[in-house]
């Protein structure tokens, strides 16, 4: 090999993992309100929502569910109640202190409604975790 | 002005003139920007416990379908996958009598080549008499591939009739069931006799030199038909370039391809066919893409021997990927030769523009013509070309002044078959500039049609660190990005943690074989449709991926 030749770093060498944590992907698993609101666009990049009980990666609608979108307020938080009463008020959205919504007082239409979301959901995005009560983590 | 003053500013422009041919003249010149190189993956953005990330190739990032057919026009808005018919109507449409494919003859030690007319009539010939012998849709061929007669027959099951073609790497212990008619060379003969097949076809009719060897049949009730016969056959009227052959959606799900390997088989299905052939044909960037001035040579096993191997059965199914993808492109001749004839002086004669060897026949070609070349004491001007050459690559530019071959080869596909004898991207720095070509990494493994993953096209680097020095071997190999057809990850293996993204290779597509009735191929392929492959390595932060060796 000649000798003036151009090396360049080798991508795998212990401690070449240096990308921020932004750009690593994230774990799959257990979500709480609490680690779920880091998620909300404004800290990261990554925004997640939860509907039903489940965690979808919705970062690629960040248009939507980005700061100043029109889902803004579902952006790191249960969307569940909102989307099945088709409102995007704040009071719909319980904050990140506040146990899950049980959503056990739906009728009939806003319970299918919120199916109909999911099913959204479940085809456009990523699903990457459930979510629950810090007291069954 | 003083001389001094004079001196100064002939320095500094001449720094002046070096920095800018440096920074922005070669620059200037790079195939792709540096930051291409560094995300060559998609990667998902969540990761599952004990698992990476999932990595698909730029061409078909998360969020797009990955590559599964030839997307072939039906009716006004519809697409279709396409299948291997569609391939051959494809290249009788595209005919030219110029287009050939050249065997090489082992007899006479020539080329033979055969125009697309030719090989049309040849394949019906054969497939009436596969009609005719077989009342079961299945041919067996236990045969090298390395001769013009066994692809005709493998085409013909292909392109005609909807046979399915089973390819034994090892003769039978006992006559399959499904399997009537049998193909195979005139010395195999006693012992497909002994495993009562009736119906036998030979390619090697006592017409290769062997005479003194011809078998004596005690029994009448075999039929035994010689391949010549068949193909000298005047009485059949057939025309040379009609091919009778209307879409219809069971084509789709026939099974062209049933490879017996070790007394195991595995199904390939026309899906699996017609994505990894899009792929492949993907793998190019536009604007280098294969065209009608193409001359590819594709290296082979010998003519006369059937080695047993996977990774001579893997060799087989890319010299078949290949011929395939260049029936759809207009390549304008393909050359098939054993890779034991192939050397620079051969290179030279033929002038390929696209080569395709399996890495060891790269080793021995560096080994054995490029550094003797390189240490000789004759052609110093030569040698300093070909250095500067190496060094304008290992900076990310495409150069050909430092060749040394005289031929027009412009890009080399390079099969590996993870064998020991990796190329380090030293290795293939030497290579690409004594071709002056680019240089594609292909990753085989079965049961996977066509590559799992390949290297980038303008992907130059070399890398550091690559050599254990105490051992004087190498620690990794880069393989590159997954197949269009194919996304990847990997999973806790032992020692090794996904979390650091290393560990065994996982791989979901439309290249996969099936494997049939129990089989470890079917058991380990239930995990999501996620199939361990048994290589081992990292992801790296350039979103390639890295062997361990």
């Known amino acids: 090999m000649p000798d003036s030749i151009v090396i360049t770093d080798d991508p795998i060498s212990l401690g070449s993992n240096s990308s921020k944590d932004d750009e690593e992907p994230v774990l799959e698993g257990k979500f709480t309100p609490k680690t779920l609101y880091k998620f909300n666009g404004f800290d990261t990049e990554k925004i997640y929502i939860g509907v039903k009980g489940k965690v979808y990666d919705v970062s690629k609608g960040r248009n939507f569910y980005g700061p100043s979108g029109p889902y803004s307020n579902f952006a790191g938080h249960d969307a569940s109640r909102g989307l099945a009463l088709n409102s995007f008020d704040l009071e719909c959205v319980r904050s990140f202190d506040e146990p899950l919504d049980p959503l056990d007082d739906l009728t009939r239409e806003q319970q299918a409604s919120l199916d109909g979301w999911e099913e959204m959901f479940k085809e456009k995005y990523p699903c990457i975790g459930t979510l629950v009560n810090e007291d069954d983590l | ?549």
């Open chain 2, 1 to 549: 002005m003083d001389s001094y003053t004079v001196l100064l500013t002939v320095v500094g422009g001449i720094v002046i003139i070096c920095l800018v041919y440096d920074t922005v003249y070669l620059e200037s010149l790079k195939d792709v920007h540096e930051l291409a190189l560094k995300e060559q993956s998609s990667i998902s953005s969540t990761r599952k416990t004990g698992e990476s990330a999932i990595y698909r190739s730029m061409d078909v990032m998360h969020g797009l379908p990955l590559t599964f057919g030839l997307q072939i026009r039906h009716g006004i808005y519809k697409v279709r996958n396409g299948n291997l018919k569609d391939i051959w109507k494809l290249a009788l449409e595209n005919y030219n009598e110029d287009r050939k494919l050249s065997y090489f003859d082992g007899k006479d030690k020539t080329l033979k080549s055969f125009n697309f007319k030719e090989l049309n009539v040849n394949f019906q010939k054969l497939a009436a008499k596969f009609k005719e012998l077989s009342s079961m849709p299945i041919i067996g061929i236990y045969l090298p591939v390395g001769r013009i007669e066994s692809l005709s027959i493998i085409l013909t099951c292909f392109f005609f009739d909807g046979f399915t073609l089973k390819n034994f790497n090892k003769i039978p212990l006992r006559k399959p069931l499904d399997v009537e008619l049998i193909c195979c060379l005139k010395s195999d003969l006693p012992k497909f006799v002994e495993l009562s097949f009736k119906k036998i076809i030979i390619v090697d009719d006592g017409k290769d030199g062997n005479d003194e060897n011809d078998y004596e049949l005690n029994t009448n009730d075999i039929f035994l038909v010689h391949y010549s016969d068949i193909i000298n056959n005047s009485a059949l009227q057939v025309s040379s370039l009609s091919y009778d052959y209307t879409y219809s959606e069971e084509e789709d799900f026939r099974i062209p391809l049933i490879e017996d390997i070790n007394f195991k088989d595995i199904q390939y299905y026309q899906l699996n066919f017609v994505s990894t052939i899009a792929s492949l044909m993907a793998s190019v960037p536009r604007e280098h893409s294969w065209n009608e001035e193409d001359i590819m040579l594709i290296g082979c096993n010998e003519f006369d021997t059937i080695l047993p191997s996977q990774s001579s059965v893997l060799t087989n199914q890319n010299l078949i990927v290949k011929i395939l993808c260049a029936f759809v492109s207009t390549i304008n001749n393909i050359i098939v030769i054993p890779e034991s004839q192939i050397s620079f002086q051969t290179i030279t004669d033929l002038n390929p523009t696209l080569l395709c060897l399996t890495e060891s026949k790269y080793h021995s070609l560096l080994n054995q013509e490029i550094k003797p070349m390189l240490s000789s004491s004759t052609g110093l001007i030569r040698k300093q070309f070909f250095h500067r050459s190496a060094l304008l690559f290992s900076r990310g530019i495409y150069s050909q002044f430092g060749s040394l071959i005289n031929s027009d080869v412009r890009i080399c596909y390079s099969c590996n078959l993870l064998s020991e004898e990796a190329l380090s991207t030293a290795d293939i720095n030497i290579l690409q500039t004594a071709f002056g070509s680019r240089f594609i990494v292909e990753t085989f493994k079965i049961p996977v049609l066509g590559p799992i993953l390949k290297t980038n096209f303008y992907d130059y680097r070399i890398l550091s660190n690559e050599i254990d020095n105490v051992n004087k071997k190498l620690k990794f190999r880069k393989m590159g990005v997954a197949a269009n057809c194919l996304e990847l990850k990997v999973k806790d293996f032992k020692n090794f943690q996904s979390e650091n993204k290393e560990g065994e290779l996982v791989i979901r597509g439309f290249n996969i074989g099936t494997a049939i009735e129990s089989n470890d191929v079917q058991k380990n392929n239930t995990d999501e449709g996620w199939m361990p492959i048994g290589i081992y390595g990292k992801w790296g932060e350039d979103g390639c991926f890295y062997e361990y060796l």
